[in-house]
């Protein structure tokens, strides 16, 4: 949802309003703890941090129907060659330690509902950690 391409929320609503050089997160799925990534490499930060958590809590119905057919097409892509079906269920296998991680993630992002979503990503509207990496002297 937040940023996947040229489309994605953060891209429209800190790169394209040039708040920033790039912008980026990214969700790391461990077996027993995860971490959610939120960055941004810019000049300035206040006005930066204060679009990425005014985006966060802005993230609308459309833009979660948008991510979901992202990521489903992602998905499907991924999955062309049989090493990637391998790696897909030996991920599935290792690290949730669950193969219905791998049979059933089509189907899964397909039934996703937006008001599920918004009760999982409720702690983002909260007091996420926002790192700003800011550059020094004259430009970056």
């Given at each position: 949802?937040?940023?996947?391409?040229?489309?994605?929320?953060?891209?429209?609503?800190?790169?394209?309003?040039?708040?920033?050089?790039?912008?980026?997160?990214?969700?790391?799925?461990?077996?027993?703890?995860?971490?959610?990534?939120?960055?941004?490499?810019?000049?300035?930060?206040?006005?930066?941090?204060?679009?990425?958590?005014?985006?966060?809590?802005?993230?609308?119905?459309?833009?979660?129907?948008?991510?979901?057919?992202?990521?489903?097409?992602?998905?499907l892509?991924?999955?062309?060659?049989?090493?990637?079906?391998?790696?897909?269920?030996?991920?599935?296998m290792?690290?949730?330690?669950?193969?219905?991680?791998?049979?059933?993630?089509?189907?899964?992002?397909?039934?996703?509902?937006f008001?599920?979503?918004?009760?999982?990503?409720?702690?983002?509207?909260?007091?996420?950690?926002?790192?700003?990496?800011?550059?020094?002297?004259?430009?970056?």
């Amino acid at each position: 949802v937040l940023s996947e391409g040229r489309s994605s929320l953060l891209y429209r609503e800190i790169k394209e309003k040039n708040l920033a050089y790039a912008v980026f997160s990214n969700y790391s799925p461990m077996k027993f703890a995860s971490c959610f990534t939120i960055g941004a490499i810019t000049d300035k930060p206040k006005d930066c941090e204060t679009a990425i958590l005014e985006s966060i809590r802005e993230i609308t119905e459309e833009d979660f129907e948008l991510a979901k057919k992202k990521l489903l097409k992602s998905e499907l892509f991924a999955r062309e060659s049989v090493q990637a079906e391998a790696d897909s269920a030996g991920f599935a296998m290792t690290v949730p330690e669950d193969l219905d991680y791998h049979l059933k993630i089509l189907d899964d992002i397909k039934s996703a509902s937006f008001q599920e979503f918004k009760k999982v990503v409720s702690f983002l509207r909260k007091e996420p950690l926002v790192g700003i990496l800011k550059g020094v002297g004259n430009g970056i």
